[in-house]
């Protein structure tokens, strides 16, 4: 006759099962103190290592910020060579800086020259004032100069 088995007991292990409880001590409790001392060591060294992340969060975020405003005074002073009585009109008319960006994400100043450009064809109202030609009234007129050089004028 067939001997039957069953086949659980065949079965190899799966490493899921993880691995069998021990009765015996740990390493931390035979070693008064160890476990503690790595244990305070990897929270400081931790510890450090966010604050130093915190502050560096901190630091690109103030240049950014820094950087910001820097592009924006930058385009501000294009916008006013290219004829804007308020350079800051241009952003209520929907200019961003970030579209206007190289590569390398420096500021086009070229793009940034043919949006307020473009813009101010729109909106005509936008530009500087020209100004007025005050010199009205009697002007006097050219003097006359005496010689054989008045001939040939």
Not at 18 to 45: H, L, M, V, W
């Amino acid at each position: 006759m067939t001997k039957h088995t069953d086949p659980m007991e065949n079965a190899p292990q799966h490493a899921a099962s993880g691995p069998e409880p021990t009765d015996g001590p740990t390493a931390a409790e035979t070693i008064p103190g160890a476990d503690d001392t790595a244990a305070k060591k990897a929270r400081r060294e931790a510890a450090n290592l966010r604050q130093r992340l915190k502050d560096a969060e901190a630091r690109i975020e103030a240049m950014a910020t820094q950087l910001a405003a820097y592009d924006k005074a930058e385009a501000i002073r294009i916008l006013d060579q290219v004829g804007f009585a308020d350079p800051e009109d241009a952003f209520l008319a929907g200019l961003n800086l970030d579209e206007l960006r190289r590569e390398d994400g420096a500021l086009d100043a070229d793009a940034v020259r043919a949006k307020g450009e473009e813009i101010l064809s729109e909106r005509r109202h936008w530009t500087k004032p020209q100004p007025l030609d005050l010199d009205q009234g009697l002007r006097p007129l050219p003097r006359q100069t005496s010689g054989w050089g008045a001939l040939f004028d």
